[in-house]
Each structure stands twice: as C-alpha cells, then as structure tokens.
C-alpha cells in the first residue's frame, strides 16, 4: 500500500545541535515531494520540492535531499525559532497527495 | 511564493447555523483544491478534492451534504459547513495546487468553533 512515514515523531534538539528528519515513501509514480513546516494553529507554510533523486535544495539552516525511498530534511545549527511541526508530502500521479504524520521539532535554548 | 489566502481564519456560530469558509489562490490558478481538517496535534485529514467546474470528490466517511464544496472559478473554493453542530468545531485548512510548477501551497487555516 502506498504511504509516507516520517520520523521520529517528536524530536527535542539543543540550539546548534545539528540533526536530520526522514521521510520515507513506497508511492509509486512520485511527482515530487514536498516539505512543510507548520506552526500551532496555522496552516502548512511551503518550504521545498524536490522532483528526483539526487536532488538537494537548502534554504537557511534547512536542507532538503531525496533518494529513490526517501527524503531527508537536514537541520544545520537549529535556533529555538526552527521549533515547529515539520510535514511531508508526496505528489503522485492522479493528482493526489500522501501526508506523513509530521515531526515535531523542538530547540531547546 | 506563491499565496493561498482563506477566510476567515476564525469563525464562532450557534449550533444549526452555516458557516461558509473561502479559499483564494492569489497569483496562481487552481484547478484543483483541497479540504482538510486537522484535530488537536494529529496530521491532515483530507476531507475532499475540489475541482474548477465540476463536483467535488468526498473522502470515505466525509458527508457531502454536510460539508459543501463549490468551485466556481479558478482561483475560489468555499466550503459551507451546514447545520453545524459542536462536533464540527476543527481547524479547516485549504490547499491549491499550481497546475504550471505542480507545487501545493496551503491557506492559513479556519478555526470553527460551535456553540
């Protein structure tokens, strides 16, 4: 069956302490995969698409990489405002989308 | 980037009323829209797929009648909660999905509380 998992589920970081979230799919007919980061009471802001594998795309202190299986959204030197609901997604064909449960982040000053 | 505006963002009704709820994108054109709705520290509960022009298709267990979805331009979507009840009280989210880069972008999100 197709899915999206992402993990961990909750992650609590020191500030500067470096660390990767993972999300990993079994779709098949991937059109990209996207990251989110939500904070409480918001919706999804946009961070990164990433189409094929080998594809890497940064954005401050974010960096966003994807493999045939799975995407890594790695966090460089995290500051208490990276703290947040990190989500991925994945675009297949039919226009559908897969969510993960997200990660929950947390810089810890 | 590109922006998805909802409104309103909060809404408090007596239960048995209607709540209507928009959905723009703002520099881009959506044939396709999403509904979720997102309870308390869970993930995206896809209620329904919004297409310009024609019914929307509802997920297993989301009632059609209840939540009204029109999509009558390319840039609109609403979503009418009907005759709410407290039960529908929830943090309603709206997607876009820009058809020329394939990138979905999300709204601000609705919170309805009933009374």
Known sequence: ?109 | GAVVSQHPSRVICKSGTSVKIECRSLDFQATTMFWYRQFPKQSLMLMATSNEGSKATYEQGVEKDKFLINHASLTLSTLTVTSAHPEDSSFYICSALDVNTGELFFGEGSRLTVL
């Not at chain 1, 698409?49 to 990489?65: F, H, I, M, N, Q």
């Open chain 1, 1 to 109: 069956e197709d899915q999206v998992t992402q993990s961990p589920e909750a992650l609590r970081l020191q500030e500067g302490e470096s660390s990767s979230l993972n999300c990993s799919y079994t779709v098949s007919g991937l059109r990209g995969l996207f990251w989110y980061r939500q904070d409480p009471g918001k919706g999804p802001e946009f961070l990164f698409t990433l189409y094929s594998a080998g594809e890497e795309k940064e954005k401050e202190r974010l960096k966003a990489t994807l493999t045939k299986k799975e995407s890594f959204l790695h966090i460089t030197a995290p500051k208490p405002e990276d703290s947040a609901t990190y989500l991925c997604a994945v675009h297949y064909t039919g226009n559908q989308f897969y969510f993960g449960t997200g990660t929950s982040l947390t810089v810890i000053p």
